[in-house]
């Protein structure tokens, strides 16, 4: 007996598990490589261009391309706050737009794996004029609206969609990670 109110541990776990910050770096991210994948198009890792030690991920700007994570929704989340650090491989001439879409599928327990969703389109990301550094923007979503539910796992496919009409940057977007919380 520790003198602690009955479901102290579970809500102290659960708040810690929304309260804290995953990150995926560009080696921490699966390859979409078949049909099976929402988007069989691979953001391919790559050395930046200015900075050769840093991996990377090329988005190209002909083709909607991704990558994947696997994600444990936590029990009690309402909210997903996604931050995005990445730049544009050369510096645009005026602000830019680069459109993103996220596919999700359940990993269910007992069950089999659920179908993808249809694309959600995300906040866009602007590039500033004549900006190739690396910026970090943050998007708070409610996580019904991107197809999620608290408790459950999935798979998220994240992908470029140079398909979209408002995408104007020119040549590669470079992602170097994507950081997920739950509030």
Same mark, same amino acid.
């Given at each position: 007996?520790?003198?602690?109110?009955?479901?102290?541990?579970?809500?102290?776990?659960?708040?810690?598990?929304?309260?804290?910050?995953?990150?995926?770096?560009?080696?921490?991210?699966?390859?979409?490589?078949?049909?099976?994948?929402?988007?069989?198009?691979?953001?391919?890792?790559?050395?930046?261009?200015?900075? $050769?030690? !840093?991996?990377?991920?090329?988005?190209?700007?002909?083709?909607?391309? =991704?990558?994947?994570?696997?994600?444990?929704?936590?029990?009690?989340?309402?909210?997903?706050?996604?931050? !995005?650090?990445?730049?544009?491989?050369?510096?645009? $001439? @005026? !602000?830019?737009?680069?459109?993103?879409?996220?596919?999700?599928?359940?990993?269910?327990? @007992?069950?089999?794996?659920?179908?993808?969703?249809?694309?959600?389109?995300?906040?866009? !990301?602007?590039?500033?004029? =004549?900006?190739?550094?690396?910026?970090?923007?943050?998007?708070?979503?409610?996580?019904?609206?991107?197809?999620?539910?608290?408790?459950?796992?999935?798979?998220?496919?994240?992908?470029?969609?140079?398909?979209?009409?408002?995408?104007?940057?020119?040549?590669?977007?470079?992602?170097?990670?994507?950081?997920?919380?739950?509030?």
């Amino acid at each position: 007996m520790t003198g602690l109110p009955d479901g102290y541990k579970v809500n102290t776990l659960q708040a810690t598990l929304i309260a804290s910050t995953r990150y995926f770096y560009s080696a921490d991210f699966g390859n979409p490589s078949s049909a099976d994948a929402a988007v069989n198009a691979l953001a391919s890792a790559e050395a930046d261009s200015v900075n $050769a030690d !840093i991996t990377i991920r090329a988005y190209d700007d002909t083709a909607e391309e =991704g990558v994947y994570i696997d994600l444990d929704v936590p029990l009690g989340a309402t909210n997903i706050v996604l931050g !995005i650090r990445s730049r544009a491989n050369a510096a645009p $001439a @005026g !602000i830019s737009v680069v459109p993103i879409n996220w596919y999700s599928r359940i990993i269910a327990d @007992g069950a089999a794996v659920g179908a993808w969703s249809a694309a959600v389109q995300l906040t866009d !990301i602007a590039i500033a004029a =004549g900006d190739a550094d690396f910026d970090v923007q943050t998007q708070t979503h409610l996580i019904g609206t991107l197809g999620l539910v608290a408790g459950d796992a999935y798979q998220i496919e994240f992908t470029r969609d140079a398909t979209d009409p408002t995408s104007d940057l020119i040549g590669d977007w470079c992602q170097h990670w994507l950081s997920v919380g739950f509030t």
